[in-house]
């Protein structure tokens, strides 16, 4: 019904950068159109998943945690359905799973960083140093 993948990790040295995308699909992407909150979020070894980004359905509105902010940029093509988010100056301490979520927002302007119902199984990044 509400199906999310993301793609684009991989292993990429220290300093370096890496684009993840989320794909949104299924009838209950294609029976609410607009609204979607959608959140970048993620989870090292041995730690809890933390939110790292958010961007709201008009694209307008988007949020970062403080540990990446001014590092990642988060963007949204709604005619794709698709959501990136561009990793730069990358550290060996933001290896982890990264995993994109999505909420339905009664406005096209509004993100949330948490609360989110649906998500994606997670793309492994992984930083050398």
């Known amino acids: 019904q509400a199906q999310l993948v993301e793609s684009g990790g991989g292993l990429v040295q220290a300093g370096g950068s890496l684009r993840i995308s989320c794909a949104a699909s299924?009838?209950?992407?294609?029976?609410?159109?607009?609204?979607?909150?959608t959140g970048w979020f993620r989870q090292a070894p041995g730690k809890e998943r933390e939110f790292v980004a958010a961007?709201?359905?008009?694209?307008?509105?988007?949020g970062y945690a403080d540990s990446v902010k001014g590092q990642f940029t988060i963007s949204r093509d709604n005619t794709k359905n698709t959501v990136a988010l561009l990793m730069n100056s990358l550290k060996p301490e933001d290896t982890a799973v990264y995993y994109c979520?999505?909420?339905?927002?009664?406005?096209?302007?509004?993100?949330?960083?948490?609360?989110?119902?649906?998500w994606g199984q997670g793309t492994q990044v992984t930083v050398s140093s």
């Open positions: 299924g009838r209950t992407f294609s029976t609410y159109t607009t609204g979607w909150s």
């Open positions: 979520a999505a909420r339905w927002s009664p406005s096209d302007r509004t993100y949330y960083i948490e609360g989110y119902n649906y």
């Open positions: 961007i709201s359905w008009s694209g307008g509105s988007t």
